[in-house]
């Protein structure tokens, strides 16, 4: 590895000396085959995978590209694998620029000494366990491969790792589900990448072993002080597992964020709809001061916590998690943000309750602690904590 | 990858760089001085007589070491002839064996290509004749020439065997005295459905309508006839083919085949036979030659003439005692016992099988005939 | 290896950088095998083209109206002729799949005469098979009249009609048929029609809308290769078809090549529309197979292939392998030990019996070429297969991942051999290798060279099919492992496909063994191979040797495949039978 040890040595290149990974401004356009020759030809339509994503990873986190599927989140993450060049634009890690548009850089895949776990595990069948996890190794160039037995060494304990010590000679197609997607991330680690690369590993398992897994998954990558990309549409995994979340829409990010402030803060209606589950509410801003909004909605007035710069008469909608709307028999000793409403409907989801209350024009979705449960029809009181509330730009 | 398109169109390219493989080479082929100096060594030993005739011939063959053979005739034939042909003389002999168009072809192009490899060819007269055109082969002059009929003798190549063409029946399937004694007795209503005629028989359709014709049938004759006939038969591929059919009963009568393919079999015991109870065949029959010629480019010109001279002498018995019929008087050559031959029409094939064979097709497909004869 | 150091040097660096790239490894197998494949195939098309449009006056198209026009009967022709494949393929292709899905996807009896079933008549010359299905379905002689007569009181069957010729083509094809599939099967994951049938789905129901549907590219891929064979091919429709008048196109173009002198633009103008079909299927076949992604597979999960128990069935499934087996091997082979032994063809009777010998044996093996000719036949077998499995292998990995602009081209490219007529094909080679400095000409080079190139377009098919079912993270996955493209090709790739590679390489070994059209113009003294010698007997009326030799070959081949089982056995994906 003293390849690597020089490359460190070169001074930093990018603005950000913390970050591992760099994405900058990626642009790729889907061209089916008959869109090639029109490239150049600005009046045909064109498809953005990518229209410009940036980010950076920071060494140890697990940042997750969230999205529906076309968003772009797989095209990023294959770009930094290599397996796919995007049109424009720059990808790094530490040092060394894996693609750079500009100065006509382009790493092969092969080159690049990423570890990756695939959707499908692409495990290969005709080999063993042992085999399988082997072969990063066996196809190092020769002065850099380790010995027979060092590699043996090594193959063993990144089983051992993955809890697939006692399978090592058994045919790669005898695992079951779970086993094969262990053994693809003892495949990707046995390099002991710096970038881990995560195409939605989970996916094909059921519900219950995925959840197992995922926290599985999650000690792993901080025991060994991975850093790790992570690509996935369910926002509960990514809520669970990430240190940071991309939102990715339509080849763009939308919103980048600890998982807390994505959920609890999200900067736009599309973040907030497709992360859990929330209510709309539309409104106007009425009056500001102190790092406080008054909004004017249908059914009165709400106040809320932001810290965006707008101006009176400004179109918002708010967005109110469920579990942030507070109900109660009794009217409250704060007046802040209490309305008055009526059960409408009541659903028990086990470790919840779901009421739907109707204020006037407007109905809210509350989740509650399975020990209150109230009739429909009955008149309810709700709260809301003016920091719970996220603003979103209007409409759209 | 782009450059895959480019790739593609170097390949076009490159591939383009060859000329037709039908262009004929002209006459001009054999020019050049080895041609000129192989004419020599042919007159020369052309003219000897004598025992010195060949003993000079076999000690020049010797020297040059080996003799290069293209041949139409078949493996064990070509196989026990050129073995004779070493035990005499000595000199060994490379051979390639294939039908006569694939001979011709082989020959056309080595000499295109200015890289003669045979030095001697035998085959069937229609390529012979091509050849000869071409001005490929050198004259023989020798007293072998003699022993050959005069219609077997052509300007540069010999006869050296024929193929003769009769109908063959199944005695099992045909009562004594119900064979056909005739080419018209084909078109009887007695064979009805128990005929069969081979694809590619167009020289034997061709002899057979000039017969007729030059013994007093009208066009209309002849085309009734040969329509009656098309509708007695069904057709194969392969007078092979034909003759294991013939033996096994699956038909009755063929309306023509070799009569040395049928006499491998009757010598197997298989019940056909292409002479009458009598011993002789009435059906008038026609012999197709095969010739010898040697090469004015040859490697080896003595040893090409030697085996020219060799094969229409001491190889005549060779090819007897493979049971086909030799071009001269062999002693014990019992092939065309009881067999009355007419000519074979060389020249009327040589300048029009073309035509003939689209003639031949049209009538086994069941094609209107417009016309006819020619 | 770029690193940021090469990167931040000045553009001739690159440019050096660069140079290494276009001479890595992949570029230069690649582009070889690309460049070679192109060459092979365009040689004889570009001299069938050139010969198809030039007359005496330069350009002309007079050839199509010589071959098409006028009496040619050119429609009835081709009514025949797509009447006649398509049948054949049909019944090839029922044949085949249904033996290679019996074979691989269920616990029947008699697992090993499937090896039998499926390679035999492939091994047996056309002409011979032919002649054996006269002797046995002939409306006066045959066997299995004679013995169905007394039984139903007639004689129903006749191999001289065009159920006949289908019935003959269709069981000498099925052997393709069932390698493919039994290749596709093998590499299809059952849990796809497993969970069909789990969701409720009747048995014949996942059948129809899973089974089918997922191996619609070999489907495809393997009807589009038989019935273009049977449209070129003309053994079947010349022994069987004539009797009875009916003419096929290569009737036609047979007729054409031998009769004198040789119209080759009539020849090309047949043998380009027979070109123009194929390439429409392969264009069809591309429409048909659809999305490549969508049929792949062979994923990176890994699947059991759990054998299906038939239970009750499995009697009779077992005794449906027996007929079959009895039918395409047991009946012809038959025929032919039977042929062999005698001194000329005759139905069994005693006299028969008692004049039966081994003489046909004895001779065959004295045939003073008969050692060379094996010799030749075998290296030219194993080095065509091998040859033309490594390219068609890199060729269609091109075709199927990669989005080279003229890839499609290349596709009807390789396939355009298949079409050519065996002595055009000779003809063009010895014409370029009679001019060539390389001493090609007059070695058995170039008769590997014409195989192959006729081999092609089956190595081809098989490669392809395998390829496209391979799903594409496989590979990727060894790429972001750190492994060059060869590394991956090697051992990635050529294991995971190796079912079909292997498939084609024994089918390419088989056939090889009788191909003639073209070794009879091309070989040279010494330089003998099998098929020629079996065209000597044929041509010289030896037709009981000619059995005999084709007994031999039989059994020759049969070991010969058997060992390349065992050896391939090693390579690729294990399986359980």
Redesign the interface.
């Known amino acids: 590895m003293t390849n690597t040890a020089e490359v460190h040595d070169t001074p930093a290149d990018s603005a950000d000396g913390a970050a591992l990974l760099t994405v900058d401004d990626l642009v790729k356009t889907f061209s089916g085959e008959k869109q090639r020759r029109r490239r150049r030809a600005g009046a045909a339509p064109r498809v953005h995978a990518l229209a410009g994503v940036s980010f950076d990873v920071r060494p140890g986190e697990l940042f997750t590209l969230l999205g529906p599927s076309g968003c772009g989140k797989t095209t990023t993450l294959r770009s930094i694998a290599g397996l796919e060049r995007p049109d424009d634009g720059t990808i790094s890690v530490g040092d060394r620029v894996l693609y750079d548009k500009e100065r006509g850089i382009s790493v092969p895949s092969n080159a690049r000494r990423l570890g990756m776990v695939f959707q499908s595990y692409a495990i290969w069948p005709h080999m063993t366990v042992f085999a399988n996890a082997a072969f990063p190794l066996e196809v190092l160039p020769r002065r850099r491969r380790p010995g027979r037995a060092a590699l043996d060494e090594r193959v063993r304990k990144v089983l051992e790792r993955v809890e697939l010590g006692d399978y090592a000679d058994r045919p790669a197609t005898k695992l079951s589900g779970g086993q094969q997607q262990r053994l693809a991330l003892a495949r990707a680690l046995v390099m002991e990448p710096q970038l881990l690369l995560l195409d939605e590993p989970l996916s094909n398992l059921d519900a219950k072993l995925r959840e197992s897994m995922r926290f599985e998954l999650k000690r792993m990558q901080r025991e060994l002080g991975l850093t790790a990309i992570y690509v996935t549409h369910d926002q509960s995994e990514a809520l669970a597992l990430s240190s940071r979340i991309a939102v990715m829409q339509a080849g763009r990010i939308v919103q980048i964020g600890k998982p807390r402030e994505v959920y609890e803060r999200p900067n736009c209606q599309f973040v907030a709809d497709f992360i859990g589950v929330t209510n709309f509410v539309p409104g106007t801003v009425a009056a500001h001061g102190d790092g406080r909004y008054r909004v004017r909605t249908s059914d009165g007035d709400l106040w809320v916590t932001s810290d965006l710069d707008l101006a009176v008469g400004t179109e918002v909608t708010l967005s109110v998690r469920p579990e942030c709307v507070a109900l109660s028999l009794e009217p409250g000793s704060s007046a802040v943000n209490e309305w008055h409403g009526r059960v409408v409907n009541r659903a028990f989801l086990g470790d919840s309750v779901d009421h739907v209350v109707g204020i006037g024009k407007i109905e809210l979705r509350n989740r509650s602690n399975p020990a209150q449960s109230i009739a429909p029809g009955t008149d309810v009181y709700l709260t809301i904590d003016p920091d719970k509330i996220a603003l979103v730009a209007a409409g759209e | 990858?782009?450059?895959?398109?480019l790739?593609?169109a170097?390949?076009?390219t490159?591939?383009?760089c060859?000329?037709?493989?039908?262009s004929g080479g002209g006459g001009d082929s054999g020019g050049g001085e080895r041609s000129a100096a192989n004419a020599k060594v042919y007159e020369r030993l052309g003219a000897l007589t004598g025992s010195q005739r060949r003993s000079q011939m076999i000690q020049e063959a010797k020297k040059e070491g080996q003799v290069?053979l293209y041949t139409s005739l078949?493996?064990?034939?070509a196989?026990a002839v050129t073995k004779e042909f070493t035990r005499q003389t000595g000199v060994k002999v490379?051979?390639?064996?294939?039908?006569s168009?694939?001979v011709l072809?082989?020959i056309l192009?080595?000499s295109?290509?200015r890289?003669t490899?045979n030095d001697v060819v035998e085959t069937n007269f229609?390529?012979m004749a091509?050849l000869g055109q071409r001005g490929l082969m050198a004259k023989f002059q020798g007293p072998a020439l003699a022993n050959v009929d005069k219609t077997g003798q052509f300007d540069n190549w010999t006869a050296t065997r024929f193929n003769i063409m009769l109908p063959a029946w199944n005695t099992k399937l045909i009562k004594a005295g119900d064979e056909p004694r005739s080419w018209e007795d084909l078109a009887s209503p007695r064979f009805k459905g128990k005929l069969t005629m081979e694809?590619?028989d167009?020289d034997w359709y061709e002899n057979v309508t000039k017969y007729w014709l030059s013994h007093g049938k009208t066009q209309a004759q002849v085309d009734q006839l040969w329509k009656q006939i098309a509708a007695n038969a069904?057709?194969?591929?392969?007078?092979?083919?034909m003759?294991?059919?013939l033996?096994?009963?699956?038909t009755g009568v063929d309306a023509m085949n070799y009569t040395y393919?049928v006499q491998?079999?009757i010598d197997?015991?298989?019940p056909v036979s292409y002479r009458g109870a009598d011993g002789t065949a009435r059906t008038p029959a026609f012999p197709r030659p095969n010739g010898v010629g040697m090469m004015k480019d040859a490697a080896h010109p003595a040893a090409a003439i030697l085996f020219y001279d060799w094969l229409l002498t001491d190889g005549q018995q060779a090819l007897v005692k493979e049971g086909l019929t030799p071009s001269t008087k062999v002693p014990g050559d019992n092939s065309l016992k009881g067999i009355t031959l007419v000519p074979y029409d060389v020249q009327g094939l040589v300048a029009n099988?073309?035509s003939w064979?689209?003639k031949y097709?049209?009538l086994?497909?069941?094609?209107?005939q417009v016309g006819g004869g020619g | 290896m770029l690193d940021v150091r090469t990167a931040r040097l000045p553009t001739a660096a690159r440019l050096g950088h660069g140079l290494r790239q276009l001479l890595s490894w992949r570029t230069v197998i690649v582009?070889g095998c690309?460049?070679v494949v192109?060459?092979l195939a365009?040689?004889p098309?570009?001299?069938l083209v050139?010969?198809t449009f030039?007359g005496e006056q330069g350009f002309t198209v007079s050839a199509f109206a010589r071959a098409y026009g006028g009496?040619s009967?050119s429609v009835e022709m081709l009514r025949n002729s797509l009447e006649f494949a398509v049948g054949a393929a049909l019944l090839a292709l029922v044949l085949g799949t249904t033996l290679a899905y019996i074979q691989v996807r269920t616990d029947t009896p008699f697992k090993g005469l499937f090896f039998a079933a499926s390679l035999v008549p492939l091994i047996i010359p056309a002409i011979l098979y032919a002649?054996a299905w006269?002797?046995l379905a002939?409306p006066?002689?045959g066997l299995l009249n004679g013995v169905l007569e007394p039984v139903i009181g007639a004689r129903p069957l006749n191999a001289?009609s065009l159920w006949g010729m289908v019935w003959v083509q269709g069981l000498h094809l099925a052997p393709i048929a069932f390698l493919l599939m039994v290749a596709a099967f093998r590499a299809m994951d059952p849990s796809l029609e497993e969970s069909a049938l789990m969701s409720g789905a009747s048995w014949a129901r996942v059948l129809r809308r899973i089974t089918v549907p997922l191996l619609r590219p070999a489907l495809v891929s393997a009807v589009l290769l038989m019935f273009v064979q049977s449209l070129e091919s003309f053994e079947v429709p010349?022994?069987l078809g004539?009797?009875?008048?009916i003419?096929v196109f290569t009737?036609r173009i047979?007729?054409v090549?031998?009769?004198?002198?040789?119209?080759?633009g009539m020849a090309g103008a047949y043998a380009l529309g027979l070109l123009a079909i194929a390439a429409a299927g392969v264009l069809l076949s591309g429409r048909l197979s659809g999305d490549a992604k969508g049929f792949q597979t062979i994923s990176g999960r890994a699947f059991r292939p759990r054998p299906i128990e038939l239970g009750r069935a499995r009697p009779f499934v077992g005794a449906a392998v027996i007929v079959y087996f009895t039918i395409t091997v047991v009946l012809p082979v038959g025929v032919l030990v039977y042929t062999s032994l005698l001194?000329?063809?005759?139905?069994p009777s005693r006299a028969a019996i008692r004049?039966m010998s081994l003489d046909n044996y004895r001779e065959a093996l004295h045939?003073?070429?008969a050692l060379t000719a094996l010799k030749n036949s075998v290296l030219l077998g194993v080095g065509s297969a091998t040859a033309v499995m490594f390219l068609t292998a890199v060729v269609s990995w091109?075709i199927v991942r990669?989005?080279?602009?003229?890839?499609r081209?290349?596709d009807v490219?390789a396939f355009s051999p298949i079409v050519i007529p065996g002595?055009v094909l000779g003809?063009?080679l010895?014409?370029?290798y009679?001019?060539s400095p390389l001493p090609i000409?007059?070695t058995l080079w170039i008769l590997l060279i014409s195989y192959s190139t006729r081999y092609l377009p089956y190595g081809m098919r098989y490669a392809g099919s395998a390829m496209t079912q391979l799903s594409a993270e496989l590979e990727e996955s060894a790429h972001v492992c750190g492994a060059s493209w060869w590394q991956t090709f090697r051992r990635v790739l050529l294991p995971l496909t190796s079912t079909g590679i292997i498939a084609g390489w024994i089918y390419i070994l088989i056939v090889s063994f009788r191909e003639l059209s073209s070794s009879?113009?091309l070989?040279?003294?010494?330089k003998e191979v099998l098929s020629?010698?079996i065209w000597?007997?044929?041509?010289?009326?030896?037709?009981?040797l000619l059995a005999a030799i084709g007994v031999l070959m039989v059994a020759i081949l049969v070991v010969l495949v058997l060992i390349a089982y065992r050896i391939g056995a090693g390579v690729g994906l294990k399986t359980d039978d």
Do not use: C, W
Request: charged share 20%; net charge neutral.
């Open positions: 990858m782009r450059t895959k398109s790739i593609i170097i390949v076009l490159v591939a383009g060859g000329g037709s493989v039908t290069t078949t493996d064990d034939v196989g490379n051979l390639f064996r294939g039908g168009e694939t072809q082989r192009q080595e295109d290509a890289k490899g229609l390529e091509t694809l590619s167009d069904k057709v194969a591929k392969g007078h092979t083919v003759g294991q059919l033996s096994a009963g699956q393919l491998n079999d197997k015991g298989a099988e073309k064979a689209q097709d049209a086994l497909r069941g094609v209107k | 582009a690309v460049l192109g060459f365009v040689v098309l570009y001299h050139r010969d030039t009496d009967q002649a006269i002797f002939d006066d002689i001289f010349g022994l004539l009797q009875n008048g003419y009737s047979y007729f090549l031998r009769s004198f002198p040789i119209d080759y001194g000329f063809y005759t139905a004049s045939l003073p070429i091109v990669t989005r080279a602009p003229g890839r081209l290349l490219l002595l003809l063009a010895a014409f370029v009679l001019r000409y007059g009879i113009l070989y040279s003294p010494g020629v010698l000597e007997q044929f041509e010289n009326g030896k037709f009981t």
